[in-house]
């Protein structure tokens, strides 16, 4: 059984740097054709993908936050952090972690999603 | 990238109803299409991959076609747990998702 969970702060205040957290289990990276990805969701709006990492450590990211964006892995700790810079009141958003297989393929498991805030 | 135009964005409906909800596609991408569930304060839920593959466990009234640049999301007989909304993802190149679709009703 696959199960993802995001943790990081629920506040941030503007310019800061956001460090998101997703710890999983019933899979590994060490597996090929593996990977998880981020997606967020602004309250009352529409899904928007961030960025995925690969089995292979292939990164991807949206081509509109990719200047703001890092992700990575940790094998042996079954963990996927994100990073995001310069964060501004319109990151305010939900953001989850999911599974998904290796290239073209989708996200077939959720995390419950974090919700943080941006505010000063 | 590739954009997902997903329509409509609203949809009332009566139990029984056949429900169809469309995402166009800027480009060909083939069938990497998936379709989702998200109610309110929750996850969204896998319910078709590949565009017309429906996930294990989801009721049979839920089915999905297309290739290319056109694809349907349809509920045969709309059902009051069905109240969510619904989204198209491609992941032919990179990932996007489609604004929504919110089904009240």
């Known amino acids: 059984q696959i199960t993802l969970k995001e943790s990081g702060p629920t506040l941030v205040k503007p310019t800061q740097t956001l460090t998101l957290t997703c710890t999983f289990s019933?899979?590994?990276?060490?597996?090929?054709?593996?990977?998880v990805g981020w997606i967020r969701q602004p309250p009352g709006k529409a899904l928007e993908w961030l960025a995925v990492?690969?089995?292979?450590?292939?990164?991807r990211y949206s081509s509109s936050l990719k200047s703001r964006l890092s992700i990575t892995k940790d094998i042996s700790k079954n963990m996927v952090v994100l990073t995001m810079t310069n964060m501004d009141p319109v990151d305010t958003a939900t953001y989850y972690c999911?599974?998904?297989?290796?290239?073209?393929?989708?996200?077939?498991?959720w995390g419950q999603g974090t919700l943080v805030t941006v505010s000063s | 990238d590739i954009q997902m135009t997903q329509s409509p964005s609203a949809l009332s409906a009566s139990v029984g109803d056949r429900v169809t909800i469309t995402c166009q596609a800027s480009?060909?991408?083939?069938?990497?299409v998936n379709w989702y569930q998200q109610k309110p304060g929750r996850a969204p839920k896998l319910l078709i991959s590949?565009?017309?593959n429906l996930e294990t466990g989801v009721p049979s009234r839920f089915s999905g076609s297309g290739s290319g640049t056109d694809f349907t999301f349809t509920i045969s007989s709309l059902q009051p747990e069905d109240v969510a909304t619904y989204y198209c993802?491609?992941?032919?190149?990179?990932?996007?998702f489609g604004q929504g679709t919110k089904l009240e009703i």
């Open positions: 993802h491609q992941y032919h190149d990179l990932h996007s």
């Open positions: 999911a599974h998904g297989g290796g290239y073209s393929y989708g996200f077939d498991q």
């Open positions: 019933g899979f590994s990276f060490s597996t090929s054709g593996v990977s």
């Open positions: 990492i690969y089995w292979d450590d292939d990164q």
């Open positions: 480009q060909d991408i083939s069938n990497y």
């Open positions: 590949d565009a017309s």
